[in-house]
């Protein structure tokens, strides 16, 4: 049974990854409505997404991946909304022309500056890390 829904599982992002950039979330969400699901399973898909997002916000204010958890949930949500799966295929297309170019700037850097700008990225985060602590002890 387990090995049956990892194998369903891992189908399901190869297919998501062949789908073209932009059209990945609408994709997915005609195919999640090709196959009949219950009330509840929809609920409960829904629900973790939910959850996921509501997660991913409190992450937002102490150190962890609140991005990610935000994702996450957006993603599983938009399995059954097909104005967030449109939305998540346009943002898709602009955060990758976006990473394009600050990757080629990224290059261009010398690795002197590359090592100076990640360590001001540690010390931010440390610093972020700490006044949180901070906060959330007081």
């Not at 297919?15 to 994709?27: E, I, M, Y």
């Not at 196959?35 to 997660?55: E, H």
């Not at 990225?121 to 901070?134: N, R």
């Amino acid at each position: 049974m387990k090995s049956v829904m990892l194998e369903r599982i891992k189908g399901s992002w190869q297919r998501f990854k062949a789908d073209s950039p932009g059209k990945r979330f609408q994709q997915q969400f005609k195919r999640r409505h090709e196959v009949a699901r219950t009330l509840l399973q929809k609920a409960l898909v829904v629900g973790s997404g939910v959850l996921f997002i509501g997660i991913g916000i409190v992450l937002f204010f102490v150190p962890g991946p609140g991005v990610l958890f935000v994702l996450f949930g957006a993603v599983l949500i938009a399995q059954w909304s097909l104005t967030l799966a449109r939305a998540l295929d346009w943002t898709e297309i602009r955060a990758r022309k976006l990473l394009a170019r600050s990757s080629g700037v990224w290059r261009q850097f010398s690795a002197a500056v590359k090592i100076l700008l990640v360590g001001l990225a540690v010390i931010a985060a440390a610093a972020v890390g700490f006044g949180a602590l901070k906060f959330l002890a007081a």
